[in-house]
T-cell receptor, first 116, second 111 residues
Framework: DGGITQSPKYLFRKEGQNVTLSCEQN?????MYWYRQDPGQGLRLIYY???????QKGDIAEGYSVSREKKESFPLTVTSAQKNPTAFYLC???????????????FGQGTRLTVV | RKEVEQDPGPFNVPEGATVAFNCTYS??????FFWYRQDCRKEPKLLMS???SGNEDGRFTAQLNRASQYISLLIRDSKLSDSATYLC????????????FGSGTKLNVKP
């Protein structure tokens, strides 16, 4: 079955550590996204990528980094520079065809990161 | 100004009630619109796309009003299982195919 897989589901980080969240998709989608969701709030865009070896900062990129070396994979690293990293992290993908309407975003199950 | 705005609710309704949510978007160049459902501590899942002519899927009806830049979702005959947060989503094809999410409207359906 096609889909997006995020791992791990739960992650605990000590202050000062970098951690990497995995996101893999087998939907053959060009576009991939990382969002952060805080309790009772909407999704905020961290980074997005439309094509392999290219990615763009979203609205809250500070303290995060990404790579897109393969079409299927878009890992997110939460660095020690991110001062408040405890949140629910969601990875998504979509077809990226300019001019194509109603191409929805598909989500992974999310990673819940907690700083201890 | 936020790209997408929604009333956070909660909307508390009895089973069988009809409930409607609205959402407004700020950029008139927005082209694709969706309603997603998110259960507590889960990922959002597509409920329905919103077409210009309006569309219906069972008990759910979505409408788009481009002139006023709002999207609506109507749920008829509410079920307990409809309790969730409903996210309004706008796709900005004009801006690198980014998706903008509202903060969600929480619905509680009571017995």
């Amino acid at each position: 079955d096609g889909g997006i897989t995020q791992s791990p589901k739960y992650l605990f980080r000590k202050e000062g550590q970098n951690v990497t969240l995995s996101c893999e998709q087998n939907l053959n989608h060009d576009a991939m996204y990382w969002y952060r969701q805080d309790p009772g709030q909407g999704l905020r865009l961290i980074y997005y990528s439309q094509i392999v070896n290219d990615f763009q900062k979203g609205d809250i990129a500070e303290g995060y980094s990404v790579s897109r070396e393969k079409k299927e994979s878009f890992p997110l690293t939460v660095t020690s520079a991110q001062k408040n990293p405890t949140a629910f992290y969601l990875c998504a993908s979509s077809i990226d065809e300019t001019g194509t309407l109603n191409t929805e975003a598909f989500f992974g199950q999310g990673t819940r990161l907690t700083v201890v | 100004r936020k790209e997408v705005e929604q009333d956070p609710g909660p909307f508390n309704v009895p089973e069988g009630a009809t409930v409607a949510f609205n959402c407004t978007y700020s950029n008139s160049a927005s082209q694709s619109f969706f309603w997603y459902r998110q259960d507590c501590r889960k990922e959002p899942k597509l409920l329905m796309s919103v077409y210009s002519s309006g569309n219906e899927d069972g008990r759910f009806t979505a409408q788009l009003n481009r002139a006023s830049q709002y999207i609506s979702l109507l749920i008829r005959d509410s079920k307990l299982s409809d309790s969730a947060t409903y996210l309004c989503v706008v796709n900005a094809l004009y801006n690198f195919n980014k998706f903008y999410f509202g903060s969600g409207t929480k619905l509680n359906v009571k017995p």
